[in-house]
């Protein structure tokens, strides 16, 4: 078989773990739908911290997945595989990819797209399955989100700090948050945190000990972990849950357990990506019923803070290792 330019596109390549100029434009075959995928005209991709792992080689591409980095896209369906239902060629949808969304286009299981939400552009709309597949299934299926009162979120100016602070305070939690400065903090209160704690000047155990009177929060949502670990538990109220996403500081760590008796707590957390496609068709499934709404109903947003070409992904991951960003970045495709 004979492939012609019309059957490549462009694309980035992790030519070798290392800094972000290992990340290479380069040309490949465009993907072709098997039975149950979708093929995405990619118009712009959310850039991830799993990315900047995937890229420094501290995380493993699954079997069968995408070796290109990007985890989300937003565009429109090009072409259907067999037996693929509620879409057709020409929609314009956002999803969840097993790798590969630094490209022009990207291969997808039906079970991961999901109709663009009303009052959102399609480079906003980049910004959303990875952080929303993560919460749902995170603090909503694991965590009981929707019968909570309160959450403390840990990073709150993050891209998932960001987009939980916004749907927990529209389901009408209380929602404490922990940011690195002024600035960050006033962003986050901006988004809905009833309390944003700058924690190099708090301590952030203190705080949640005041603000709910000692009775502790309902849940913690950590990415940190390390000592963190210990200091979330006494945050923690009666039947709270611990909910890590990662653990930056360290996932080795001396911790004492009993509060785990004494408060009756529950420690949880998963990595979405190994998740079978029945997982997340049930979590696709709640974000239509429960959060797509929101963005119609103008209770959340998205929150793009920085826009970049797609053969500028090593600057997109520069900036996003510096810290200096609120919300989500985003590359867009060439116009």
């Given at each position: 078989?004979t492939?012609?330019?019309?059957?490549?596109?462009?694309?980035?390549?992790?030519?070798?773990?290392?800094a972000?100029?290992?990340?290479?434009t380069?040309?490949?075959?465009?993907?072709?739908p098997?039975?149950?995928?979708?093929?995405i005209?990619?118009?712009a991709?959310?850039?991830?911290y799993?990315?900047?792992?995937?890229r420094?080689?501290?995380?493993?591409v699954?079997?069968?997945a995408s070796?290109l980095?990007?985890?989300e896209?937003a565009g429109y369906v090009?072409?259907?595989?067999e037996?693929v239902?509620?879409?057709?060629?020409?929609?314009a949808?956002?999803?969840?990819?097993?790798?590969g969304?630094y490209?022009?286009y990207c291969?997808?299981?039906?079970?991961q797209?999901?109709?663009?939400?009303?009052?959102?552009?399609?480079t906003?709309?980049?910004?959303?399955?990875e952080v929303?597949f993560?919460?749902?299934?995170?603090l909503?299926?694991?965590?009981n989100?929707?019968?909570?009162?309160s959450?403390l979120?840990?990073?709150?100016?993050g891209?998932?700090?960001?987009?939980a602070?916004?749907l927990?305070?529209?389901?009408g939690?209380?929602v404490y948050?922990?940011?690195?400065?002024g600035?960050?903090?006033?962003f986050?209160?901006?988004?809905?945190?009833?309390?944003?704690?700058?924690?190099?000047?708090?301590?952030?155990?203190?705080?949640?000990r005041?603000?709910?009177e000692?009775?502790?929060?309902?849940l913690?949502l950590?990415?940190?972990?390390?000592d963190y670990i210990?200091?979330?538990?006494?945050c923690l109220?009666?039947?709270g849950?611990?909910?890590?996403?990662?653990?930056?500081?360290?996932?080795?760590?001396e911790?004492?357990?009993m509060?785990v008796?004494?408060?009756?707590?529950?420690?949880?957390?998963?990595?979405?990506?190994p998740q079978?496609l029945s997982v997340?068709?049930?979590?696709?499934?709640?974000?239509?019923d429960v959060?797509?709404?929101?963005?119609q109903?103008?209770?959340?947003?998205p929150?793009?803070?920085?826009?970049?070409?797609?053969?500028?992904?090593?600057?997109?991951?520069?900036?996003?290792?510096?810290?200096q960003?609120?919300g989500?970045?985003?590359?867009?495709?060439?116009?």
């Amino acid at each position: 078989m004979t492939i012609t330019s019309q059957d490549l596109m462009k694309c980035v390549e992790i030519k070798t773990p290392g800094a972000p100029s290992v990340l290479t434009t380069a040309f490949r075959e465009r993907p072709v739908p098997g039975p149950g995928q979708v093929v995405i005209k990619v118009m712009a991709s959310g850039v991830n911290y799993p990315d900047v792992l995937q890229r420094q080689g501290r995380y493993n591409v699954p079997p069968g997945a995408s070796d290109l980095p990007g985890l989300e896209v937003a565009g429109y369906v090009h072409e259907i595989g067999e037996g693929v239902d509620g879409f057709n060629a020409g929609d314009a949808v956002c999803a969840l990819t097993p790798g590969g969304g630094y490209a022009e286009y990207c291969l997808a299981p039906v079970e991961q797209c999901l109709p663009l939400p009303e009052n959102v552009s399609m480079t906003e709309a980049a910004t959303l399955p990875e952080v929303y597949f993560t919460l749902w299934f995170n603090l909503a299926m694991q965590g009981n989100l929707l019968s909570a009162r309160s959450l403390l979120v840990h990073g709150g100016s993050g891209g998932i700090g960001s987009a939980a602070i916004q749907l927990a305070s529209s389901l009408g939690l209380d929602v404490y948050t922990t940011a690195a400065d002024g600035p960050a903090c006033e962003f986050c209160a901006g988004l809905g945190a009833k309390r944003a704690i700058n924690y190099l000047e708090e301590d952030f155990v203190a705080v949640i000990r005041g603000e709910t009177e000692g009775r502790g929060v309902d849940l913690v949502l950590d990415m940190v972990g390390g000592d963190y670990i210990q200091r979330n538990m006494e945050c923690l109220g009666q039947k709270g849950r611990l909910v890590n996403l990662y653990y930056l500081k360290g996932s080795k760590v001396e911790v004492d357990m009993m509060p785990v008796l004494v408060k009756n707590l529950t420690l949880t957390g998963s990595l979405l990506r190994p998740q079978p496609l029945s997982v997340k068709a049930e979590i696709a499934a709640g974000l239509t019923d429960v959060v797509w709404p929101l963005f119609q109903s103008g209770k959340i947003r998205p929150v793009v803070n920085k826009i970049f070409s797609l053969d500028r992904a090593s600057d997109a991951h520069t900036y996003i290792e510096s810290g200096q960003h609120f919300g989500k970045i985003v590359l867009q495709a060439d116009l």
